[in-house]
């Protein structure tokens, strides 16, 4: 990866709930944080509305205060800055203010900077609407900007390839034709720090059957992560070179 000479290299994810950051794109995340890359996160919700874990490892009333820690764990694991919260509730962000959440996220951005914004696709991915929301309003986001002195350069969705979805029988995503994908990082490098950012996420850990595989399983749907660049402007991105 080729970072830019004048001034660091500055990632903002934006995602609906802890864990998100994790899963799908935890090992890009710390492999940009291990080179260089300022790496900053929004999550719109404290996930007050997930699991508890099986058997429970909290009352209901406490789940947002733990998937908070969890959070901050994940993050210290990939090695990324700590979250910044929208605090909004879990399950309801199509109701949400969407001019107010658009306006947040752009004030964030402007204040960090960064050259790359990175969210869930349009479709959510598994069509959950708190993602769809956030894409949505990530993506206005990064209209607002275009005019910035500083605008951020690329905008990508996380995504996940036929081929992955096929061999692996998850239908319930959202895949894309394996051409649409424009990057694919080979996160084997930063495997021990994403196991430990899953790990960080207890509470969640019973709804992802994929974690209780044999390890060769894991590895072929974690160990690597695909993302699309659906715009672009400015010339080059520092994630083209990665």
């Not at 044999?214 to 991105?237: A, I, L, S």
Request: with cysteine.
């Amino acid at each position: 990866m080729t970072l830019l000479p004048d001034r660091t290299p500055v990632l903002l994810a934006v995602f609906a709930h802890p864990d998100d950051e994790t899963f799908r794109c935890g090992g890009l995340l710390a492999l940009l944080a291990g080179r260089g890359v300022e790496v900053n996160l929004i999550t719109a919700t404290r996930g007050e509305a997930g699991s508890c874990g099986d058997p429970p490892m909290c009352k209901a009333e406490q789940l947002a205060e733990v998937r908070e820690r969890e959070l901050q764990c994940a993050c210290s694991a990939l090695g990324i800055l700590p979250p910044v919260f929208l605090d909004y509730l879990d399950g309801d962000l199509a109701e949400v203010d969407e001019e107010e959440a658009i306006t947040r996220i752009t004030a964030t951005a402007r204040e960090i900077r960064p050259q790359v914004l990175l969210t869930w696709p349009a479709d959510g991915l598994s069509g959950h609407a708190d993602h769809i929301a956030v894409s949505r309003w990530t993506s206005q986001a990064f209209e607002e900007m275009a005019k910035d002195v500083e605008a951020p350069n690329a905008l990508y969705h996380l995504v996940v390839p036929q081929s992955v979805a096929s061999a692996l029988s998850l239908t319930e995503l959202h895949a894309i034709p394996d051409g649409e994908v424009t990057l694919t990082v080979d996160v084997m490098p930063a495997w021990k720090k994403k196991r430990a950012a899953i790990h960080c996420h207890h509470t969640q850990a019973s709804g992802s059957p994929i974690l209780f595989a044999p390890e060769e399983k894991q590895r072929f749907f974690f160990g690597k992560e695909y993302f699309k660049r659906v715009c672009t402007r400015n010339g080059d991105d520092f994630l083209r070179n990665l």
